[in-house]
Structures are given as C-alpha cells and as structure tokens.
C-alpha cells in the first residue's frame, strides 16, 4: 500500500466496551490488507452518546460500530437510517458521509445468514421453515435475514407469547407466533433452528428443548458464544445435525462494516477464525 494512503480511522462504541472482539478483528484485517488506519474501543456512556457520535466527522472517524447499550438510541441521532436497519429497529454501523451526515445500518442479519453458508455450503434460505427461539432484539435480526434469505415460514417460539406475537405482525404473514411450550413440536420438519435466547450462555441455564422431532438435515444455530460448544450445539452435533456458534455471527457482520470505511471486504481466514476462539474462555463444566 503506497505511503499516500489515506489513513482510516474506525472504532467500536459501547458502554462498557472492553470486552469486545471487533478490535482484533478489525485490526486483523487492516494488517492482513496492508491498509493505512486503526480500529479502536470507544467507552462512551449513554449520555454522552449524541455528544460522541456527532463528533465523528471532526476527529477524522470513517464511522464507527455500536454495541449494548446504544444500537436502539443511536437511531435517532443519526442522519438517515436504512430501511433494513428500520426493519430490525437497531443500528449497529454509522458511516460517516463525505459531507458529514451520519448513516446508520444494521449488519447482524448479514452476518447471521452468512454464518450459516459458511457451515453449509449448500444452505438455502428457501430449503423450509426455520424455528427462532426467542422475540428480542437478535431474533429480530435473524427474522430479516432468514426472510430476505427467502425463507417459506418462520416459527417463533418466544416464553413471552405477545412478544413474539407483536413480532409476528410487524414481519408479515410467513412467521408465526407459537407459545413456548409448544417448541419441541414446532421442530418438526425444520430445516433450520437458531436459538437467540440467553438460555445456554455462560453463567445462564440451559435450554431446555427436545429435539427429536428436528430432521437430522437441519442446521441448528446457536448465537452465543460464550461458550462455543452451548448444550444446545452439543446435543444437535451427537444426533448429527450441522451446527453454527456465535462467532461466525460476530465475524461476518464485521465485514460489510470494516468494506464502508476502509474500501475492501474483507475474508474470514482460519487464522482470525483461530485468533477469535482464543478470546473465548472454556466452558465451565
């Protein structure tokens, strides 16, 4: 990369924001390219939000990304929202304008469905109905992807019935809202199961769900990763269906971020693959 190059700068905003995984992954790839720039941790508090992303454009930033707690408030600070980020009701990207506006959009389905094609290389959205665990802010980016991906039918199952009912009408006639003691038989004949639920993270219970009735072609995602292997994965890897982590999630929806600001999209190498799961600490049996 010639010296000439404009020098890119980019960061990650949250509160608190020490623990997430977007710096070395950015930083990954700015060396991996040969790029002139930096990626770092913002530790912005919620007050200071409207404060810290208006001052992007004059401290030379390219954007940034946002994580707990400011992808719903930031929403409106920005400029312009996009329509799929409006869909999913959270921003997790700003870019920086040439003039200086602020855009705001929301990678995560992005990074779900292509987590999922990096498990399956033959995964089609439209292979049959898939099954969300869960009606909070992550299942609603898996919603939209799952039915931009062409998705025949979606099944949420959610403890809250009128959360995933409310959500079931805000995303049209394709998804309906089951309650959650009806979960295990809404596997049946799944082509795809994804659990947005807390229920098998680090320090939370497991989920608890039957599933014997899930064909064996199915591909069953679970986006925490905190562990990698949840009990959930663990249970569908032993009957052997395909499984997906987190971080696959984590990782793709990094890269049409990191192409807005420093021009390149970026690959998923075994070597930041290997880099990110070191960062995970083993599950405590």
């Known amino acids: 990369m010639a010296a000439s190059a404009p020098?890119?700068?980019?960061?990650?905003?949250?509160?608190?924001?020490?623990?997430?995984?977007?710096?070395?992954?950015?930083?990954?790839?700015?060396?991996?390219?040969?790029?002139?720039?930096?990626y770092v941790a913002l530790a912005v508090a919620p007050a200071n939000l409207e404060t810290a992303l208006r001052s992007l454009p004059a401290l030379g930033f390219a954007g940034c990304n946002l994580t707990i707690p400011h992808k719903v408030a930031a929403m409106?600070?920005?400029?312009?929202?996009?329509?799929?980020?409006?869909?999913?009701?959270?921003i997790n990207t700003i870019v920086v304008e040439a003039d200086g506006s602020l855009t705001g959009k929301n990678t995560d389905a992005y990074g779900f469905v292509h987590s999922l094609r990096?498990?399956?290389?033959?995964?089609?959205?439209?292979?049959?109905?898939?099954?969300?665990?869960?009606?909070?802010?992550?299942?609603?980016?898996v919603l939209a992807g799952l039915l931009?991906?062409?998705?025949?039918?979606?099944?949420?199952?959610?403890?809250?019935?009128?959360n995933a009912q409310t959500l079931a009408t805000e995303f049209g006639t394709r998804v309906h809202a089951l309650p959650w003691q009806d979960r295990n038989e809404a596997l049946r004949g799944a082509a795809v199961l994804v659990n947005t639920t807390n229920q098998g993270m680090q320090g939370e219970s497991a989920l608890h769900i039957t599933l014997d009735a899930l064909p064996l072609t199915a591909l069953v995602s679970d986006i925490v990763y905190v562990p990698l292997q949840t009990p959930l994965l663990q249970a569908a890897h032993a009957r052997g269906n395909t499984t997906v982590n987190g971080l696959g999630m984590l990782i793709h929806q990094a890269r049409p971020a990191f192409e807005a600001w420093f021009g390149v999209l970026p690959d998923v190498s075994p070597e930041l693959q290997t880099a990110l799961e070191e960062t995970v600490p083993p599950a405590k049996m």
Request: a positive charge; glycine letters at 12%; charged letters at 15%.
């Open 148 to 162: 931009d991906a062409g998705c025949p039918e979606v099944r949420l199952c959610n403890r809250t019935f009128a």
């Open 76 to 90: 409106a600070i920005v400029d312009r929202v996009d329509p799929l980020a409006l869909r999913i009701g959270a």
């Open 7 to 38: 020098y890119v700068l980019a960061g990650v905003m949250g509160w608190p924001v020490a623990h997430s995984r977007s710096p070395r992954m950015h930083t990954h790839w700015i060396k991996q390219y040969g790029l002139q720039g930096a």
């Open 118 to 141: 990096d498990a399956q290389a033959h995964w089609r959205g439209d292979a049959g109905a898939a099954v969300i665990l869960g009606a909070g802010g992550a299942a609603r980016a």
